[in-house]
């Protein structure tokens, strides 16, 4: 596990400057027990742990810093054995994909199972009833005017099955690849955001079964015929459209998430998330909405709207108050900045700055 590092002529602390010419300068984040030999030294500062180990001690056939072991608890891995892991964890992810999806062929009623040729009826056969029952504007007629077409949905819907139920033991495969690689607290971190974005992509699903896709629809059919025309729906028409506004009703309500998570990182400034500019994404936000609904109304684009203004306001607070506590730890771990002399200061640590970052806390200064 590598920490960020630098080599940097002085790194600067809270009682002033420590001279670290002929070290490297590694920075960590944990409190755990660290190996040192006899030519390092070790400053803690606040949360963070600085590592100043000499050059000669970087090896010169690698070309490899230094890194901060955590005691017996770090298990190195070669690359052979993290493709290996790798692999067996893709295995395990395709096995659950193909096993889920073929749920959706299975006999709807006990009597399928015992007379198939007479009474199978699959699950998604079912799930098409169901949605044509709940989103088919009365006067309206489903057919297929294709001989595939019907088969083609049969496979959109079952990929869907298996890509949701598959959903859990996929997402457990990968945090448990990466998990070794985390720290406890960028876990706790995963572990929240994760359950946000699976908490706002239901509520996505939720929106758009209840509130778009019908009313999307009924505005459809009603232009269909004021326009004089027999409101004739292909099936495969009439399930592509209902699948893709749900995936994109999710996918869009989980926006918030990233916001959050690139406003801890610092890469969005809170200025863009207030003021003129704030009205100006949701002025966009409308227009882009109004361009991918196939509603040719503003109906929904509004639906979809309203409840996101709600929760980007929650998603704006949260990433202000992340912010202000990311720079109070800044400060309380770098101390004030200072300017140096003959090169620009970094705003959070006061290192030295290379380009757009800081070549000792990497963080952006635009």
Same mark, same amino acid.
């Given at each position: 596990m590598g920490y960020p590092s630098s080599q940097a002529s002085f790194f600067q602390l809270r009682s002033g400057v420590l001279e670290t010419t002929g070290f490297i300068v590694c920075i960590g984040q944990s409190r755990d027990p660290i190996k040192l030999s006899n030519q390092s030294y070790i400053l803690n500062r606040g949360s963070r742990r600085i590592l100043l180990v000499k050059r000669a001690e970087v090896s010169s056939s690698t070309g490899r810093r230094p890194t901060l072991s955590q005691g017996?608890?770090?298990?190195?891995?070669? +690359?052979?054995?993290h493709l290996t892991e790798l692999l067996n964890r893709l295995k395990v992810a395709i096995l659950a994909f193909l096993?889920?999806?073929?749920?959706?062929?299975?006999?709807?009623?006990?009597?399928?199972?015992?007379?198939? #040729?007479?009474?199978?009826?699959?699950?998604? $056969?079912?799930?098409?009833? @169901?949605?044509?029952?709940?989103? !088919?504007? $009365?006067?309206?007629? =489903? &057919?297929?005017?294709?001989?595939?077409?019907t088969v083609f949905v049969y496979? %959109?819907?079952?990929?869907?099955?298996?890509? #949701?139920?598959?959903?859990? *033991?996929?997402?457990?495969? #990968? %945090?448990?690849y990466i998990k070794p690689a985390?720290?406890?607290? /960028? @876990?706790? %971190? =995963?572990?929240? %955001?994760?359950?946000?974005? *699976?908490?706002?992509?239901?509520?996505? =699903?939720?929106?758009?079964?209840?509130?778009? *896709?019908?009313?999307?629809?009924?505005i459809l059919v009603w232009f269909i015929t004021s326009g004089g025309a027999l409101p004739f729906i292909g099936i495969k028409d009439f399930y592509n459209w *209902?699948?893709? +506004?749900? =995936?994109? $009703?999710?996918?869009?309500?989980?926006?918030?998430?990233? #916001?959050? !998570?690139?406003?801890?990182?610092?890469? &969005?400034? +809170? /200025?863009? +998330?207030?003021?003129k500019r704030k009205i100006t994404i949701y002025i966009a936000l409308f227009v882009f909405l109004n361009i991918i609904t196939p509603d040719p109304t503003p109906i929904t684009a509004t639906i979809i709207l309203l409840p996101f203004l709600v929760i980007f306001e929650i998603a704006a607070r949260f990433a202000r108050r992340i912010d202000r506590g990311r720079r109070r730890t800044m400060a309380q771990t770098y101390g004030p900045p200072k300017v140096q002399l003959g090169g620009i200061a970094c705003k959070f640590c006061g290192g030295s700055v290379a380009s757009s970052f800081c070549s000792v806390c990497g963080k952006s200064q635009i």
């Open positions: 017996s608890d770090e298990k190195t891995m070669s +690359l052979w054995e096993v889920a999806s073929s749920i959706g062929f299975l006999p709807a009623n006990a009597q399928g199972w015992f007379d198939p #040729i007479h009474y199978y009826q699959p699950i998604v $056969s079912l799930m098409m009833v @169901r949605m044509k029952h709940d989103f !088919l504007p $009365s006067g309206a007629t =489903l &057919i297929a005017s294709g001989l595939v077409d496979m %959109y819907i079952t990929l869907l099955i298996g890509v #949701i139920l598959s959903f859990p *033991i996929v997402a457990y495969e #990968i %945090y448990a985390l720290y406890p607290h /960028e @876990r706790k %971190y =995963l572990l929240t %955001y994760s359950g946000s974005f *699976i908490g706002l992509f239901v509520l996505g =699903l939720f929106m758009a079964y209840f509130l778009i *896709i019908p009313i999307t629809f009924k *209902i699948l893709t +506004l749900l =995936l994109a $009703s999710g996918i869009f309500y989980t926006l918030p998430v990233f #916001i959050v !998570l690139l406003a801890q990182f610092g890469i &969005i400034p +809170l /200025e863009a +998330l207030s003021g």
